[in-house]
């Protein structure tokens, strides 16, 4: 035993001794550190866009580190997938729509909303400023192309309906998301299912100026575009409170320097996001984030469920708070 504290005597008195005893604390905090983190595997809706800039500045500033996070952000293969594989607990959480999320509580999906991104609709109907469209009653007769079926039409039937028309007074034409190049072509004089963050600037840069109709100013209940959710078995867990902390200092440092916050969302796939419009979204989109990621509106959420139910796309309607949004 002497001989042993001989030894370490001398290591530690010496400068390689220093030296290794050194790493060995580096390395032990290192890995306490890690062992400290709980990961987050987050599916996205879709590939990364300034939709998705408070995940994607929370990752590149710490701010996920600095709550002992460690978020996996996933791009998926197939959009409609992340909630179903939240669902099914191959994932932690996915960002979804809120009127998705209505159908999926309806359908039986064990989910939780958690936290919103974008905290208002961007949904509209789209024509071209060089046609003769200048309200809605003026699509008697025309013909409005759209990309999914069930929201998208209730959509439309709604704004019909407050200008005393149906779906027998416009021709409806799937148009496979291809929403702007059918306006372009004039394959259809109108879309629905444009994002107003999105395709209006796609328009505008492709000298097709475009003007929208919004659908909260046209009979549908304001609502959450873009919202996080989780399995109803880890809606407690501590970490997406902690997740919502890191999501709000994104937001704010975003809506405090936009243009430093547009230099750090760009460098994260800089081949795919540094291009005109993404700019032009980038602005359009900074005052719909969430200010309060992790803050329900449980009213908003009532009154949405009672129109999705109304408008026959779910049949029950569940107390918010209770079933399906928490506030972490």
């Known amino acids: 035993m002497s001989k042993i504290r001989e030894i370490r005597k001398s290591m530690k008195n010496s400068v390689a001794g ?4 050194a790493a060995c604390a580096l390395s032990l905090l290192v890995s306490a550190q890690a062992l400290a983190e709980d990961k987050v595997t987050l599916l996205l809706d879709w590939f990364v866009n300034p939709d998705h800039a408070p995940i994607v500045i929370a990752e590149k500033k710490g701010y996920f580190a600095e709550q002992g996070l460690k978020v996996d952000i996933q791009e998926p293969a197939d959009p409609s997938m992340p909630p179903k594989l939240v669902a099914a607990g191959k994932a932690d959480m996915a960002v979804t729509y809120q009127p998705q999320l209505h159908m999926q509580i309806d359908e039986g999906l064990p989910l939780t909303r958690v936290a919103t991104l974008i905290a208002t609709p961007l949904n509209t109907l789209v024509t071209l400023k060089s046609s003769n469209i200048q309200s809605i009653a003026d699509l008697k007769g025309k013909k409005v192309g759209f990309s999914v079926g069930g929201f998208e039409d209730t959509l439309l039937k709604v704004m019909l309906k407050q200008h005393g028309m149906t779906f027998d007074d416009v021709e409806l034409i799937n148009v496979n998301w291809s929403l702007s190049p059918s306006l372009i072509t004039g394959k259809v004089d109108a879309v629905v299912g444009a994002y107003r963050n999105f395709e209006l600037n796609q328009l505008d840069i492709e000298n097709h100026p475009g003007h929208a109709f919004y659908v909260e100013e046209e009979g549908v209940p304001a609502y959450d575009e873009l919202i996080m959710v ?31 916050a547009w230099g750090l969302f760009k460098d994260y796939k800089p081949k795919e996001l540094d291009n005109e419009l993404n700019r032009r979204a980038w602005k359009d989109t900074l005052p719909r984030f969430a200010l309060q990621p992790g803050a329900l509106g449980q009213r908003r959420y009532e009154t949405f469920a009672s129109f999705m139910q109304e408008q026959g796309l779910i049949k029950n309607k569940v107390p918010a708070l209770v079933e399906y949004a928490i506030e972490p």
């Open 18 to 21: 220093k030296k290794w005893l």
């Open 230 to 260: 989780v399995n109803n078995k880890d809606r407690d867990n501590d970490k997406y409170r902690r997740f919502n902390v890191a999501l709000e200092q994104a937001v704010q440092f975003i809506v405090n320097h936009p243009d430093e």
